[in-house]
């Protein structure tokens, strides 16, 4: 199971008027912990008003790069507790809980790799998909990328600075484009407006170099812009499922969560004895199969179990059935294979047997 550690911050710099900008050092004895893959994220925690509260940022720098230091993005949210401490309060210098970092919105690469990556990400979408198109440019000399990234001016465009020292870089393997939804674009309105499916269809019109059935995607940003590009591309563009690569930053709240409730009813109403495998210390839980999660039953009892989003996203609170059955409200984060080994995210399990037993320790 992954642990919190103290990290100083070793940048804080305004990024764009809502964003922040923070590094964080990683000491030496650390630096096993912190190894990362690109497109993996972190948990920070803090305690306001007595609430323990974490919350989950991608990390924005690329393991290629060989920095000593995690950097994330935050975005600050007007009824974000966490975000308004971190674009607030912080400053340079100051010590934060940080989880070690974890998630699988990454593919591999290798140096004789002729691929084409795109990169398709709104707003704060950009940090994990950056990441992961850093690395390929640096993993793999022969393949080339796209990045697709839509902000809502040139003013608050993300790291446009970064992004087009980048393309400088990598000329002629790194083509960007920025699409603006609420501002002309002087040069081609083809770059105006959001990503969707239709404003997809007419940058592969463009630019009919790229093969989308041969081409991997990451994709990041509001969760119906996942959805309408990823079944776009799954369906019309044949695109095969394991190069679609996406992460969500929210639960989304659609028609698909909404059936998985009605699913959620029809289980049945029984009490469950759960036995948790966590530090390799077993702990029982007793609860109702129709009340509160797993996680936050074992909360409730002071166990200390992992979590952050509690949304079905973040992939902290993962565990796998070493015994009974348990129905899983929502998922956002687990690959089907993992689903298929008997990886649940505790926040969203209800039990379905008598006798359950989770282990946090796989
Ligand atoms: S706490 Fe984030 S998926 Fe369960």
Redesign the pocket.
């Known amino acids: 199971m992954h642990h919190f550690h103290i990290l100083k911050t070793s940048k804080v710099s305004k990024e764009t008027n809502d964003c922040i900008n923070i590094a964080f050092e990683i000491p030496e004895h650390l630096k096993h912990n912190f190894k990362f893959r690109q497109g993996q994220y972190i948990n920070v925690r803090r305690m306001i008003g007595g609430e323990d509260l974490r919350r ?1 940022y991608s990390i924005v720098n690329a393991p290629s790069e060989g920095i000593a230091e995690i950097e994330i993005l935050v975005k600050r949210m007007d009824d974000g507790r966490v975000s308004r401490f971190l674009n607030d309060e912080v400053q340079l210098g100051d010590e934060l809980e940080v989880l070690e970092p974890a998630g699988h919105f990454y593919t591999s690469y290798h140096p004789s790799n002729v691929k084409t990556y795109v990169g398709l990400a709104a707003g704060s979408g950009i940090s994990p998909v950056l990441s992961n198109i850093k690395e390929a440019l640096y993993q793999e000399p022969k393949s080339t990328a796209y990045l697709f990234f839509s902000n809502r001016s040139f003013e608050n465009i993300i790291f446009r600075k970064e992004i087009d020292a980048l393309a400088e870089k990598f000329e002629g393997r790194l083509k960007v484009i920025y699409l603006l939804s609420r501002e002309k674009h002087f040069e081609d309105e083809l770059f105006e407006g959001r990503i969707c499916a239709g404003k997809l269809e007419q940058l592969f019109t463009r630019f009919p170099e790229i093969d989308p059935a041969e081409t991997t995607f990451f994709i990041c940003g509001p969760s119906e812009m996942i959805k309408d590009v990823s079944e776009y591309l799954k369906k019309d563009k044949k695109v095969p499922s394991l190069q679609v690569m996406y992460e969500y930053y929210s639960a989304p709240d659609d028609e698909e969560s909404r059936e998985m409730s009605e699913e959620f009813k029809a289980i049945p109403n029984i009490e469950s004895f759960v036995t948790l495998i966590i530090d390799d210390d077993e702990y029982n839980i007793h609860l109702n199969s129709k009340k509160e999660s797993i ?1 936050d039953k074992a909360l409730k009892d002071n166990l200390p179990v992992p ?12 565990a796998q059935v070493m015994e009974g059955e348990v129905f899983m409200e929502k998922n956002f ?1 687990l690959t089907e294979d993992e689903v298929e080994r008997g990886f649940v ?4 399990c209800h039990p379905t047997t008598n006798i359950v037993m989770l282990n946090y320790d796989v």
């Not at 979590?307 to 609170?317: E, L, Y």
Request: aromatic share 6%; glycine share 10%.
């Open positions: 989950s996680l979590f952050a989003c509690k949304g079905g996203v973040c992939c902290t609170c993962k984060a995210l505790t926040c969203q």
